[in-house]
Protein backbone atom coordinates (compact mmCIF):
# COMPACT_ATOMS: atom_id res chain seq x y z
CA UNK A 1 0.00 0.00 0.00
CA UNK A 2 2.87 2.30 0.73
CA UNK A 3 5.15 3.77 -2.79
CA UNK A 4 8.11 2.22 -2.61
CA UNK A 5 10.68 4.02 -5.57
CA UNK A 6 12.15 0.81 -5.82
CA UNK A 7 8.72 -1.02 -6.60
CA UNK A 8 7.27 0.83 -9.69
CA UNK A 9 5.21 -0.62 -12.31
CA UNK A 10 3.86 1.17 -15.76
CA UNK A 11 2.43 0.66 -19.27
CA UNK A 12 1.76 -3.13 -18.50
CA UNK A 13 -2.43 -2.54 -19.43
CA UNK A 14 -1.26 -3.36 -23.05
CA UNK A 15 -3.22 0.20 -24.18
CA UNK A 16 -6.74 -1.44 -22.47
CA UNK A 17 -8.98 -0.04 -19.68
CA UNK A 18 -10.06 -2.09 -17.52
CA UNK A 19 -13.88 -3.70 -19.41
CA UNK A 20 -16.77 -5.55 -17.85
CA UNK A 21 -16.92 -9.04 -17.31
CA UNK A 22 -12.86 -8.75 -17.47
CA UNK A 23 -12.41 -9.47 -13.62
CA UNK A 24 -15.83 -11.91 -13.32
CA UNK A 25 -13.74 -13.63 -16.08
CA UNK A 26 -10.43 -13.96 -15.48
CA UNK A 27 -10.77 -15.04 -11.94
CA UNK A 28 -13.07 -17.98 -12.67
CA UNK A 29 -10.46 -19.07 -15.33
CA UNK A 30 -7.49 -19.54 -12.83
CA UNK A 31 -9.49 -20.89 -10.35
CA UNK A 32 -10.47 -23.48 -12.58
CA UNK A 33 -6.54 -23.31 -13.89
CA UNK A 34 -4.00 -21.59 -12.08
CA UNK A 35 -1.58 -21.55 -14.97
CA UNK A 36 -4.12 -20.30 -17.63
CA UNK A 37 -2.13 -17.13 -17.99
CA UNK A 38 1.23 -19.23 -18.91
CA UNK A 39 -1.09 -21.52 -21.42
CA UNK A 40 -1.69 -21.12 -24.90
CA UNK A 41 -5.31 -21.91 -24.45
CA UNK A 42 -5.78 -18.54 -23.24
CA UNK A 43 -7.33 -16.91 -26.06
CA UNK A 44 -9.52 -19.73 -26.22
CA UNK A 45 -10.67 -19.61 -22.94
CA UNK A 46 -11.28 -16.25 -22.43
CA UNK A 47 -12.20 -15.11 -26.05
CA UNK A 48 -9.88 -12.60 -26.53
CA UNK A 49 -6.68 -11.52 -28.26
CA UNK A 50 -3.25 -12.49 -26.78
CA UNK A 51 -2.82 -8.66 -25.81
CA UNK A 52 -5.67 -8.48 -23.82
CA UNK A 53 -5.20 -12.16 -22.19
CA UNK A 54 -2.08 -9.73 -20.59
CA UNK A 55 -3.99 -6.81 -20.05
CA UNK A 56 -6.89 -8.87 -17.94
CA UNK A 57 -4.13 -10.82 -15.76
CA UNK A 58 -2.36 -7.28 -15.28
CA UNK A 59 -6.21 -5.52 -13.91
CA UNK A 60 -6.69 -8.67 -11.74
CA UNK A 61 -3.34 -8.48 -10.26
CA UNK A 62 -3.41 -4.44 -9.64
CA UNK A 63 -6.93 -5.07 -8.05
CA UNK A 64 -5.23 -7.45 -5.86
CA UNK A 65 -7.80 -10.47 -6.57
CA UNK A 66 -4.94 -12.81 -7.77
CA UNK A 67 -1.90 -13.11 -6.73
CA UNK A 68 1.57 -14.53 -8.53
CA UNK A 69 2.52 -17.91 -7.18
CA UNK A 70 5.08 -21.05 -8.01
CA UNK A 71 1.51 -22.80 -8.76
CA UNK A 72 0.79 -20.28 -11.32
CA UNK A 73 -1.97 -17.51 -10.02
CA UNK A 74 -4.15 -18.32 -6.67
CA UNK A 75 -6.89 -16.26 -5.70
CA UNK A 76 -6.62 -13.80 -3.31
CA UNK A 77 -8.56 -13.56 0.46
CA UNK A 78 -10.36 -10.69 -0.65
CA UNK A 79 -11.06 -11.78 -4.67
CA UNK A 80 -12.80 -15.43 -2.76
CA UNK A 81 -14.60 -12.60 -1.22
CA UNK A 82 -15.97 -11.32 -3.80
CA UNK A 83 -15.92 -13.29 -7.12
CA UNK A 84 -16.25 -17.16 -5.47
CA UNK A 85 -18.95 -18.08 -8.15
CA UNK A 86 -20.54 -19.54 -5.17
CA UNK A 87 -19.76 -17.64 -1.86
CA UNK A 88 -18.74 -14.28 -3.23
CA UNK A 89 -21.16 -11.59 -2.58
CA UNK A 90 -20.95 -10.10 -6.42
CA UNK A 91 -19.06 -12.12 -8.59
CA UNK A 92 -20.62 -10.47 -11.37
CA UNK A 93 -19.37 -7.12 -10.62
CA UNK A 94 -23.30 -6.19 -10.42
CA UNK A 95 -23.23 -3.64 -7.04
CA UNK A 96 -21.81 -0.41 -7.67
CA UNK A 97 -20.31 -0.83 -3.78
CA UNK A 98 -17.86 -3.68 -5.66
CA UNK A 99 -16.63 -1.14 -8.24
CA UNK A 100 -15.88 1.48 -5.29
CA UNK A 101 -13.82 -1.42 -3.71
CA UNK A 102 -12.44 -1.81 -6.93
CA UNK A 103 -11.28 1.22 -7.50
CA UNK A 104 -9.44 1.35 -3.72
CA UNK A 105 -7.78 -1.42 -4.44
CA UNK A 106 -6.31 -0.93 -7.75
CA UNK A 107 -5.47 3.06 -6.09
CA UNK A 108 -3.63 1.42 -3.30
CA UNK A 109 -1.17 -0.89 -5.35
CA UNK A 110 1.36 1.42 -6.09
CA UNK A 111 3.91 -1.32 -7.27
CA UNK A 112 1.66 -2.60 -9.71
CA UNK A 113 -0.23 0.60 -10.76
CA UNK A 114 1.55 3.66 -10.12
CA UNK A 115 0.07 6.14 -12.31
CA UNK A 116 -3.10 5.37 -10.97
CA UNK A 117 -1.67 5.60 -7.14
CA UNK A 118 -0.35 8.81 -7.77
CA UNK A 119 -2.76 10.29 -9.84
CA UNK A 120 -5.97 9.97 -7.15
CA UNK A 121 -3.42 10.22 -4.07
CA UNK A 122 -0.65 12.98 -5.49
CA UNK A 123 -2.49 14.80 -8.05
CA UNK A 124 -4.71 17.54 -6.92
CA UNK A 125 -5.63 19.48 -9.55
CA UNK A 126 -9.17 20.03 -10.12
CA UNK A 127 -9.30 20.65 -13.58
CA UNK A 128 -6.51 19.79 -16.30
CA UNK A 129 -5.72 18.85 -19.97
CA UNK A 130 -4.34 15.16 -20.44
CA UNK A 131 -1.07 16.92 -21.52
CA UNK A 132 -0.66 18.62 -18.16
CA UNK A 133 -1.56 15.59 -16.33
CA UNK A 134 1.02 13.79 -18.61
CA UNK A 135 3.61 16.37 -17.73
CA UNK A 136 3.32 16.28 -14.11
CA UNK A 137 3.28 12.18 -13.50
CA UNK A 138 6.61 12.88 -15.80
CA UNK A 139 8.08 15.24 -13.53
CA UNK A 140 6.92 12.85 -10.36
CA UNK A 141 8.58 10.08 -11.77
CA UNK A 142 11.66 11.65 -12.39
CA UNK A 143 11.94 12.99 -8.87
CA UNK A 144 10.75 10.23 -7.14
CA UNK A 145 11.90 7.31 -9.05
CA UNK A 146 15.26 5.43 -9.69
CA UNK A 147 14.18 4.06 -12.98
CA UNK A 148 14.00 6.06 -16.16
CA UNK A 149 10.61 5.20 -17.75
CA UNK A 150 9.84 6.28 -21.12
CA UNK A 151 7.70 9.24 -21.85
CA UNK A 152 5.21 7.94 -24.12
CA UNK A 153 4.99 5.19 -21.91
CA UNK A 154 3.79 7.61 -19.05
CA UNK A 155 1.38 9.28 -21.14
CA UNK A 156 -0.16 5.89 -22.53
CA UNK A 157 -0.80 5.43 -18.60
CA UNK A 158 -2.80 8.79 -18.46
CA UNK A 159 -4.40 8.22 -20.93
CA UNK A 160 -5.85 4.79 -20.12
CA UNK A 161 -6.56 6.50 -17.00
CA UNK A 162 -8.54 8.80 -17.93
CA UNK A 163 -10.56 6.71 -20.19
CA UNK A 164 -11.09 4.60 -17.63
CA UNK A 165 -12.99 7.13 -15.24
CA UNK A 166 -14.89 9.48 -17.69
CA UNK A 167 -17.45 8.67 -19.71
CA UNK A 168 -17.07 8.06 -23.72
CA UNK A 169 -17.75 10.42 -26.04
CA UNK A 170 -18.08 7.80 -29.13
CA UNK A 171 -18.70 8.89 -32.62
CA UNK A 172 -19.25 6.96 -35.79
CA UNK A 173 -15.72 6.03 -36.05
CA UNK A 174 -15.87 4.66 -32.51
CA UNK A 175 -16.08 0.86 -32.53
CA UNK A 176 -18.52 -0.81 -30.22
CA UNK A 177 -16.08 -2.44 -28.13
CA UNK A 178 -13.89 0.84 -27.71
CA UNK A 179 -17.67 2.68 -26.60
CA UNK A 180 -17.97 0.50 -24.43
CA UNK A 181 -17.38 2.35 -20.98
CA UNK A 182 -14.94 1.05 -18.37
CA UNK A 183 -17.30 -0.12 -14.52
CA UNK A 184 -15.02 2.84 -13.21
CA UNK A 185 -16.88 5.51 -15.08
CA UNK A 186 -19.61 4.43 -13.10
CA UNK A 187 -17.91 6.29 -10.11
CA UNK A 188 -17.87 9.85 -11.89
CA UNK A 189 -14.32 10.82 -10.44
CA UNK A 190 -13.54 12.13 -13.21
CA UNK A 191 -15.65 14.06 -16.25
CA UNK A 192 -14.64 14.84 -19.95
CA UNK A 193 -15.24 18.89 -20.47
CA UNK A 194 -17.25 19.60 -23.71
CA UNK A 195 -14.87 19.75 -26.53
CA UNK A 196 -12.71 16.71 -25.17
CA UNK A 197 -9.53 18.43 -24.02
CA UNK A 198 -9.80 18.95 -20.46
CA UNK A 199 -10.95 17.03 -17.70
CA UNK A 200 -12.44 17.79 -14.57
CA UNK A 201 -11.86 15.91 -11.31
CA UNK A 202 -13.26 18.09 -8.37
CA UNK A 203 -13.59 16.98 -4.76
CA UNK A 204 -16.79 17.37 -3.71
CA UNK A 205 -19.68 15.65 -1.38
CA UNK A 206 -20.74 12.45 -2.16
CA UNK A 207 -23.35 10.80 -0.44
CA UNK A 208 -23.34 7.55 -2.42
CA UNK A 209 -20.23 6.45 -1.32
CA UNK A 210 -20.82 3.16 0.32
CA UNK A 211 -20.37 3.42 3.98
CA UNK A 212 -18.65 -0.05 3.98
CA UNK A 213 -16.65 0.65 1.07
CA UNK A 214 -15.45 3.75 3.30
CA UNK A 215 -14.91 2.37 6.57
CA UNK A 216 -13.04 -0.94 4.52
CA UNK A 217 -10.37 1.45 3.56
CA UNK A 218 -10.37 3.90 6.75
CA UNK A 219 -9.09 1.04 8.17
CA UNK A 220 -6.93 -0.39 5.92
CA UNK A 221 -5.40 3.13 6.15
CA UNK A 222 -4.92 2.59 9.46
CA UNK A 223 -3.40 -0.67 10.12
CA UNK A 224 -0.74 0.02 7.21
CA UNK A 225 0.37 3.08 9.48
CA UNK A 226 0.03 1.08 12.65
CA UNK A 227 -2.13 3.70 14.40
CA UNK A 228 -5.82 4.14 15.81
CA UNK A 229 -6.43 7.90 15.06
CA UNK A 230 -5.69 9.99 12.18
CA UNK A 231 -6.75 13.55 11.07
CA UNK A 232 -9.50 14.48 8.73
CA UNK A 233 -6.48 16.74 6.56
CA UNK A 234 -4.01 13.76 7.16
CA UNK A 235 -6.98 11.16 5.98
CA UNK A 236 -8.05 13.29 2.77
CA UNK A 237 -4.47 14.39 1.25
CA UNK A 238 -1.75 11.93 2.50
CA UNK A 239 1.83 13.52 3.08
CA UNK A 240 3.33 9.87 3.89
CA UNK A 241 4.34 7.25 1.50
CA UNK A 242 0.43 5.89 2.32
CA UNK A 243 -2.48 6.40 0.33
CA UNK A 244 -5.15 9.01 1.09
CA UNK A 245 -9.37 7.88 1.30
Known sequence: MKFNKNRVSFGR?????????????????????????NSDEATIEL??????????????LASKLI???????QPTEIGNLIFDV??????????EATIWLIHWLICTNPGMATAWFW?????????????????SLIEFANQSI??????TTLKGDIAILLRMYSRSRGNTR????????????????????PGGRNYF?????????????????????????????IPIMELMYSKTESPSV
Open 13 to 37: HETFPLRYSWLTKGFQSIVNNPKIF
Open 47 to 60: GVGKNMVNSIRFWL
Open 67 to 73: KDSKNGF
Open 86 to 95: KKGFDPFLED
Open 119 to 135: FFNRFHKPEFSIEESAV
Open 146 to 151: HTKYAS
Open 174 to 193: TSLEDAIDSPLSLLRLISQA
Open 201 to 229: SYPEERFDIPLGIFGFAVLQLLENLEIKT
